[in-house]
């Protein structure tokens, strides 16, 4: 009887030793103790399926810990990076869901560090990178509203200075041949000057610089007479020496006479409405988008260095420059 109970005695022994030193068991006590290295250790020595799965649950939830930890600024980027690694060397191997954490985790520790980069730079007064510093930062991080507000700033800091007076000169001798119908070109020349002001309130406007209109219609009577002139003398084998002399004894006027009687100044005008035109403009990396208000009209308008073309490609009416024989690009010139 005596060995039958110490044979008893040492199997409740054996027993008792192998169910409270199993596996789970030292696992849950270090779940408790927030132990996760000695819980990867341990679980690979579990052989129940369920025991596995019940571990993986709990270490499933203990990496959404880390991560509200790491959103909260409760725990650093290193530590849970660490806790996270020993979580998915043993125990949350191609677990979509820790997967997913471990992204978030990468991702707003990236947009953390490029905001405090975009900052950086910002203060440095570097904008073209803080501007792309700022633009990785992500919706999920507490800094992106700022972030959004200093990217606008960022632009508008490296929005080109286009502020001043810019002048082209179109010689309107070519001009005036080509609206009446006349061919070649002038040697007379007769330049205006188209100018643009910009100024720093998103106005400003086109205008004329028409110092004398007067003597620009008389520039351009003796212009038109010189064409005339020219091809009447070709056009009958007549000397332009003699010309003026013929035409005058066969109808008793000067061919400047007769020009000014068939060149309507109000149709000559209509080539300078741009004068004092008003326009809104808005800038965009090196365009400047401009709508003419008095013309109903825009045009686009292209800043190279300190330079503005006029494109070609042109709304409404002003497109018919073109066909007066003003050519494109038009290039303005800053004073």
């Known amino acids: 009887m005596i060995s039958v109970l110490l044979l008893l005695l040492a199997g409740a022994g054996v027993f008792a030793y192998l169910y409270f030193n199993r596996p789970i068991l030292k696992i849950n006590k270090a779940i408790e103790e927030d132990d996760i290295e000695t819980v990867s250790e341990l679980y690979g020595s579990l052989s129940k399926e369920s025991e596995m799965l019940e571990v993986q ?3 499933l939830d203990k990496s959404k810990d880390l991560e509200k930890g790491f959103i909260e600024k409760e725990l650093e980027y290193d530590y849970v990076t660490e806790q996270l690694n020993i979580l998915g060397d043993e125990i949350l191997i191609d677990n979509s869901r820790f997967d997913r954490i471990v992204k978030n985790v990468n991702l707003l520790n990236s947009s953390r560090l490029s905001y405090e980069e975009g900052m950086k730079a910002f203060k440095d ?5 803080a501007l792309e510093a700022f ?12 972030a959004q507000a200093k990217i606008e700033e960022c632009r508008q800091l490296l929005k080109p200075d286009i502020t001043g007076i810019y002048r082209a000169k179109i010689d309107l001798s070519d001009v005036m041949m080509k609206y009446l119908g006349l061919s070649g070109s002038s040697p007379i020349p007769l330049n205006l000057d188209v100018a643009v002001d910009i100024t720093d309130d998103s106005n400003g406007y086109f205008y004329m610089d028409i110092k ?8 351009m009577i003796k212009v038109v007479t010189y064409f005339t002139k020219k091809s009447i003398a070709q056009q009958y084998g007549i000397s332009e020496d003699n010309i003026e002399s013929y035409v005058k004894m066969i109808f ?7 020009v000014k009687d068939e060149v309507n100044i109000d149709d000559i005008s209509e080539l300078m409405y741009l004068e004092n035109t008003y326009f809104t403009y808005t800038v965009n990396d090196d365009w400047v988008y ?3 208000t008095d013309a109903n009209e825009s045009i686009e308008l292209r800043i190279r260095d300190d330079d503005l073309y006029l494109e ?6 002003l497109s018919e420059l073109g066909s007066y024989g003003v050519e494109f690009p038009l290039v303005f010139r800053k004073e």
């Open 212 to 219: 004398d209109p007067e003597a620009l219609y008389d520039s």
């Open 57 to 59: 649950d709990r270490m």
């Open 290 to 292: 401009v709508t003419l």
């Open 312 to 317: 070609e490609h042109l709304a409404g009416s």
């Open 125 to 129: 007064e570097d904008y073209e990178s």
């Open 135 to 146: 633009s990785r930062v992500i919706k999920d991080d507490e800094n992106f509203d700022k």
């Open 252 to 258: 008793g006027k000067s061919i400047e006479d007769m």
